[in-house]
């Protein structure tokens, strides 16, 4: 089974850099070119993990988080917003929007992989059962 990663970002080089740190990681990654697009591939297919810009054009990153958040797929997903925004702010307007984590841009390449390595342990860890 793979696990499907969905990268919503409109800047082409920010979403090129991402794409190419995300290579080494075993997603599957599809991309998104604004909110809207995400929206919509999000709901035709679901995803597992969903990296989101925060300015975007049509949709912006805040709007989508929350719309993700009232599908039912999605209510535990790990969402995680990027932004450019001042760090201080950007984790309390993440988590308002219902996001897991709030990175900064330009996006420490490292970080992601480790935060990503450690969601990928997660999911692939069989779930316990509860002993009765």
């Known amino acids: 089974m793979s696990t499907k ?3 919503v ?3 082409a080089s920010t979403r090129a850099s991402l794409l190419e740190t995300l290579a080494a990681t075993p ?3 599809s991309c998104a070119n604004d909110g ?11 995803f597992d993990v969903v990296l989101i810009d925060h300015k975007m054009p049509l949709m912006d990153g805040l709007s989508l988080i ?6 039912p797929a999605y209510a535990q997903t790990p969402l995680i917003l990027l932004s450019t ?15 897991d984590l709030s990175l900064a841009k330009p996006v420490d390449g490292q ?3 480790e935060l990503l390595a450690d969601l990928w342990q ?8 509860a002993q009765i």
Do not use: C, H, I, Y
């Open 5 to 7: 990663l969905l990268l």
């Open 9 to 11: 970002e409109d800047n």
């Open 27 to 29: 997603f599957v990654v």
């Open 36 to 46: 809207l697009d995400g929206l919509n591939q999000a709901k035709a297919t679901p």
């Open 66 to 71: 929350r719309t993700l958040r009232t599908l």
């Open 85 to 99: 925004q001042d760090s201080s702010q950007l984790d309390e307007m993440g988590q308002r929007s219902g996001a």
């Open 111 to 113: 970080r992601l992989l």
């Open 122 to 129: 997660t999911m692939q860890t069989p779930k316990q059962s």
